[in-house]
C-alpha cells in the first residue's frame, strides 16, 4: 500500500465528502469523519493495515462548490501539512444550473471551475507527496441527460488537470456507470448524487484501488 | 366546473397524495391535507369559486403500494360516501423492485397491480359519480430508463383500466415529461418521484384540467 | 407574461410575505421562500412558463413595520438589484394601535407610514423596472371596524403613492372584502392577517392578474 | 360568596374552558387547571376567602361541540358528584359551519344544539345545588357578521333555556362587547375566541359577578 | 385609580418577578410579562379599566440580587422613562446566606442591601412621579426561622427607606403570613419563595390596593 | 454489616425513594436505581463491602401515598421474594391536606395510614428476615408548624408499628431535624421533601447506621 | 461467493447485531440494517456482487442473551425461511455475571448457553442450507482476565457445536486478539464490546472470509 | 478533618473530575458540581460536618490534557484563591495515544506530562496551604496491558512530583486495583476510565482518607 505510518491523508470536497462530518474539518473518534466514503476508506486502511496508523481528515462541507473551497482551501486543508491530498468538487457547481437555474450568482462555470481546480492543484503539489483528484459524478446512467452531460464536461477537466499535475484521477462518475449496469441507480442514492452505504462503500473501494490496497 | 356545491372528492394514493396529511384520512383546517397536490387542488378550488363548497379528503399514506392501498380501500374511501374518487398509485410497486431488488415480497408485479386496480375502480364506480385514475409516474425524462420503462407499463395498465370503465385518465407521466424539456427533473424533485411545490402546482393544474377549472 | 427570462422579482414585507421564509432573504430550494403567497406566485410562475426562468426572492420578515422595513430596505432590496420590487407593508404599523395601546413607540402613524413608503419606493423605482405596491389588508369585512378603518386610511395612502409614482397598485383588501361576500373570513384565516394556503393562494392569483399571467 | 367550604364546582366546555389542563378533567397543583378563565376563578376565590375550600375541576376539552361534550357528560361531569356545574358550550357547533363549510358532518345547528343543552342541564340540575350556563361567544363586535349574529342565536338558547331550568346565565357575549366599546378585539384574542390573560380575567370577573364575590 | 391614561410603570425585580418574561425588559404580548404578580396587575388593570391605557413593564431577572439589580438599573429601569417604579429585590440576597452558606461572595449583607436600595430609590425618585418598595419575602409563618428572621431585617430596611423617600410600602410579608393563618404555606409556593397563581393574585391585589383600585 | 452476599433488599416508598428511578421497579446498570438515598445506599455498600454483592431494588413511585403503594405491594414488593424489605410512606398522604386542602379524596388520614401500613409490615414479616420503616418527614425545624406536626404524627404511628413487629425504625424526622441546627432547610431541599445529593447522603447514612455499616 | 442470486441470509444476536436497526427485525432502505457489521457486510456484497442480489436481514436486538434469542427465535428467524442463518450471541449472558453480579436472574451460565445454542443450532439446520455461528467476544487481549476467560468457555462451546452440527464457525475472538497485537482495545471499542466502524469492517471481513468473497 | 470553616477547595482535571458540572467551573447548587466524585466528596463533608462550611469549586473540563490543564491554571485555578488544590490529570494524555494513535499532536508524552505537572505543582503551593495529587487511572487489574503500563508511567510521575512537593497524592490507580480483585471492572466503569456512582463513591472514599474524615 502507498501509505506510510503516520501519513496524513486530507479528503477535501462537498457533502459527499462531508456526509455529516465535524465541520470544518473533522478527524478521529466517534462520527466526526462523517458517515461517507472517507469514514469507509479510514476504516478499511485501519483493519487491514493495522501495523500502518494513517491519519484521515475530512475537510468537506456540504453545499461547497470549486469556488466555497478555494475560499477556504488555506485554512482547511493546506495548512493542516498533509502528506496527501484528495480533491472532490464539482457536484454543486453543476446541480445548482438545473435545480436553481434562475440563481445565477450560484452557478460556477466550465472555465472557473477550470482555474479553480488549477489553483488548488498547484497549491496541493507544493505540500504533498501525492495528489488525488476525484471525479465529481452523476448517478444517471443515461450520458444524454443534460445534468450528466455537463457533469461530464467538469470531469474531463479533472481528468485533464490531474494528468497535467501528475495527480492520481480516480473515475466515480464511470465506476458508477458500470455499476448501474447491474443495479439501478436509486439503490445507491434517491438523488442520484448523496450515496447511501453501498455507494459509499464502492466509492471507497475505487479509491483504494489506486492505492495499491490488499483487503 | 364539474364539482358542484357540497361534493365530496377523495385522493387515495401514495406519499405523492399523502405528503405529510392526517392519517389514515385527513381534511379541514391546518396541514390535515398535507403539502402535497391535493392541497394545491384545494386551495385553487376554494380561490376561485368561492360560491361552490368541494369536499376535499386525502387519503394517501405513505409506502403504499397498490396491495396496501385495496387492504384498506373500504374503510379509507368507499365507506366515506364520496361523490368523486380519485386514485394515484402504483410508484412504490415499481420502486421496490429498483432500490430494494432482493426483497422480492414487497414487489408489485404488472399482473397483480392491473388486478389490484380493476378491483379499486369497480369499488369506485360503484358508489361515485365519477372516477379519476391518475397515473403513477417517474420523472425521468429518458424513457429508456429501466424504473421509468417498467413505469410506463404500469401507466399503460392505468390508462387501459381508464378507457375501460370510463374513468378520467389524468397523465402524469406525459405532463412531466413534457415539462422536462424545459427544466431538469432535479428542479421539481429530487428524487424524481416527491415533488416539491413547483411540481405539486404541476399535478394539480394538470388534474384541474380535467375538470372543466377556471382559474 | 410580464417578467423575462432571468428576471428577478424581490418581495418586501411583512409575517405575511415572510410566512417562514429564510431570514433576512430567502430563495432557492427547500422552504427559503416560506410557505406564504410568494411561494404560491412562484410555483405558478414555474409551473406555467417553464421556458422563463423569473428568479423570486422574498424580503419579508415578521414583525415588520414600514419603519423596520425601511431601515433595511437598502441592503435586503436594493443592493439585490432586482428588476421588480414588490412591497406589502403596513398591517403590524396599525394593528400594535389595536393590540398593544399602550406602546406608542411601537406606532407607526399614517403621516410617518405615508413618508415611509415615499422613500421606498423612490429608491425602489431607480433601480427597478417595475415596482408593485401590494395593499395592506385587514380581514375584516365590516368596513365600520376600527381596525379595518385605520387599515384603509393606510391602504389608500397606497393607492395615492401607487398612482403618483406610476406603481402597479394590488388591492388585496378589496380582493379578500369580495372573497367574503361567499365565505367567512374566518375560512381564510383564524386571526383576520395571517392567511392559510387558501389566503396565499387567493393573493397570489390577485398578483399575478396584474402580470399577464395565463394558467 | 354564594360557595361553601368544601364545595366542588365542575366547569365544563371546549377550548376555551381547557385552555391547556389536563384531560379530561383536571384539578390540583400546577398547571392542571389549564391557563383560561377556570384557573383565574380559582386564584381568586383562594385569594379572597383563604377560609372556604372551593374545590374547582376543569372538564373543558378543546374542539368540543356540544354533541361531543354531551357525549361525555355523564363521565366527566355528573360522576364527579359537583355542588355546582358551568356549561360553556357552542363555539365549535358554529365555528365550524364556518371555517369548515364543505365538513357538514360536523356542524351542529341550532336545533340540535338546544336538544343537547337541553339535556345537559337536565342533568345537572338532578345532582348540583346550582347550574351556571356561560353563554358561547365571539369577540366580534359588529352584529350583522355572520358567525356573530349565528352566535347570538345559539346565546339566546342559552339564555331561554337557563331562565327555564332556574340556572345563572352568564352573558360573556355581552360583557365582551361591551369591553369593545373601549378596546378592540385583537387586545383581547387574535382569532376572536380564545382569550389571553386579560381576556380570561374579564371571563372570570363576569363569572363571579353572579357569585357574590368581594375581591 | 391612580394610574393615568399613557402612564408606564416598570417593575424592577429578581425571579419571582421575572416568572419567565421576556429578559432583560418584557411587555405586550404573548408572555412576555411573564407568569407571575406583574401579568396579574397587567390583566386586572385592562380589565377594569378598560379606558385607561396602562403601560407595564417587567424588568425583572432570575437570581438577581439587589447589587445586580443596582448593576443594571440605569438601562433597565431609568433609562425607559417610567412614570411609576416598583422595587421588590432581597429574596436572594438572604437565600444564597442559606442554601451556600459557604459561597460567601454571593451573599449580599443587610449593610450593602440597605445602600443598594438607597442608591436605586434615589434614582427612580428623580424620574418618577410614584416610587413602590415591594418588601422582600419568605413564606414561612414562624418568625423564629432565622432565614423568615434575615428576611425580616431586610424588610424592616425596606419600609424604613420607604418612609424617609416618600415611597410606598407594600407589605408582602405580613400578607403571605396573615394568609398563612387559613392556608399552609404550601398551598401558595412549594418553596416558600416563587408563588403558584393564586400567589401571584394575592401579591397582585395587595399591590393594587395601594392604588385606589376597584375590581 | 447485617446484608449476606447475594442478600435482597427492596425499597418500598413515594418520590424520595424513586427520584427518576426505572418504574415500576428500577434495579442495575444506569440510572435505574434513581438518583435518591437508594443509590446512595447501594453505592456506599458497593464501594465497603466489594466481596459481599447485595441486590438493591428501587420500587418508589412518585406521588404515592399509602394507599397507593398497598394496593401495589404484592406486586412491586412482596413478589419480588425480598431478603429485606424497607418502606418509607406517608409524605404524600400529609402532604395533599396542606397543597391541595380541597381535594378531599386525596387525603390519606391517621387511621387509614396506620392500617395501611399494619397491613404492609405483616405481609413483609411473612416473607422477608428484616423489615424497615423509614418515618416520613418534613424538613420543618418547627414542630409547631401544622403539616410538621400532622407528619409527627404519622412518624408516630410508623414507631409504634415497628416496635410492635420487630422492624428497624429509622427516624429521617429526628435526623433532619438535628441537622437543621447547623443549616436551614433550603440548603438540603428547596420544598422541604426532596432531598438533594446531600439529603440523600444524610437518608443513606441514617439507613445505614442500623445496619452494622463500616465506611 | 457462496451466497447466490436471491439468497437470505438472517443474523440473529444481541446489541453488536442490533446497532440501532428496525426491531424486532430490519432489512432494506435507510438505516434498517443498524451500524455494525451486518450493514457493512451487506454492503461490501451489493459493491463487490452487482449481479447477485443477497436479502440480508438484521435479527439482532440489544441486550438479548441466549435465553431472550431462543424465546424468538421461531418468530425472528426461522418463520423468515432463511437460506443462511448467523447467530451470534452469549455476551450478555456473561457481561451480566460481571457488571451486575447480584441479579442472578439475568445470569445465563454455560450449561444453559450449551443448551439454547443447541437448539437454536438445530432449528436452523432444519430450514437453512448453511448455518453460521460467530463466537461471542470480549476484545480484552489479556487471556486471564476473568471476563475474558469465561468468554471464551462460551466462545469454546460454540465451537464444539459449530464442529459437531457442521456449521461454519467464524472466531472474532481470536480475530481482535491478533488486531490488539498491534492496536489497543480503545482503538476499536471504548467498552471492549461494542465495535466503533473499524471494528464492525474487521468482523465484516472475518465474516466474509468464510463466504469465498472476493473484494 | 483537615478543612476548617470556610475553606475553599478547588478540584482541576478532566471529564473524571467534571461530569457533567458548570464549565469552566461549577459549584453551589443544582447539578453545578458534577455527578462525578467532587459531588460524593462534597456530599459527605456536608453530611458528616454540618457545623464546617467547605466551598467546593470543580474546575474540571471534559477531554482536558494536562496540557489543556495548564492552559487555564491561572483563570480556572489560580485566581480563584483557593485554600485547597486537587490536581488529577494525565487520563487523556495517554488514552489518546492509545484510541488516536494517528493523531501525534494530540498525544502529551512522559516528559511534557512531568514539565506541566511541575508548573501546576507550583503555582499551586504559591497560593494553597494544601495540595493534592491524584493519580490518572486505568480501571484495567492487568499491569500489562500496554495502557495500564504507559498510565503508571503517569502515575509515578505523579507520585514523585508529589513527595519532591510535599503535596499529598492519593493513589486512585492501587485502590482501583485492590477493589478489582473482588469486582470485575465493568462493574465500576464500562470504559474503565469513567465511574459510574459506585466508582465515584470509591474515589471520594479515598480523597476523604488523605483528610483525617470520620463518617
Known amino acids: 500500500m502507498i501509505f506510510q505510518h ?5 479528503f477535501a470536497g462537498d457533502s459527499v465528502t462531508d456526509m455529516g462530518s465535524q465541520c470544518p474539518v473533522g478527524e478521529g473518534l466517534a462520527d466526526r469523519l462523517g458517515r461517507g466514503y472517507v469514514r469507509v476508506v479510514d476504516s478499511l486502511l485501519a483493519a487491514a493495515y493495522p501495523e500502518v496508523y494513517v491519519r484521515v481528515t475530512n ?5 461547497d462548490t ?7 482551501f488555506e485554512r482547511d486543508v493546506i495548512s493542516l501539512e498533509p502528506d496527501w491530498i484528495s480533491i472532490c468538487i464539482g457536484v454543486n457547481d453543476v446541480w ?11 452557478h460556477v462555470l ?4 477550470g482555474e479553480n481546480m488549477t489553483k488548488m492543484i498547484a497549491a496541493s503539489r507544493r505540500v504533498a507527496k501525492g495528489v488525488f483528484v476525484l471525479s465529481p459524478y452523476y448517478i444517471e446512467p443515461n450520458p444524454e441527460d ?3 452531460r455537463l457533469m461530464d464536461e467538469y470531469g474531463a477537466i479533472c481528468r485533464e488537470l490531474a ?3 501528475g495527480c492520481v484521477f480516480v473515475d466515480f462518475q464511470k465506476m458508477f456507470a458500470d455499476y448501474c449496469a447491474y ?4 439503490f445507491i442514492a434517491w438523488d442520484r448524487v448523496h450515496p447511501n452505504q453501498v455507494g459509499a462503500t464502492l466509492m471507497a473501494r475505487e479509491f483504494l484501488r489506486h492505492c495499491d490496497f490488499t483487503f
Chains 1, 2, 3, 4, 5, 6, 7, 8 share one sequence.
Open 6 to 10: 503516520m501519513d496524513r491523508i486530507v
Open 59 to 63: 475537510s468537506g462541507i456540504s453545499g
Open 66 to 72: 470549486s469556488r466555497d473551497l478555494l475560499a477556504r
Open 96 to 106: 445548482r444550473q438545473f435545480d436553481s437555474p434562475a440563481l445565477s450568482d450560484q
Open 110 to 113: 466550465p472555465q472557473e471551475y
Open 146 to 148: 443534460p445534468m450528466r
Open 163 to 165: 494528468a497535467e499535475n
Open 183 to 186: 443495479r439501478h441507480s436509486t
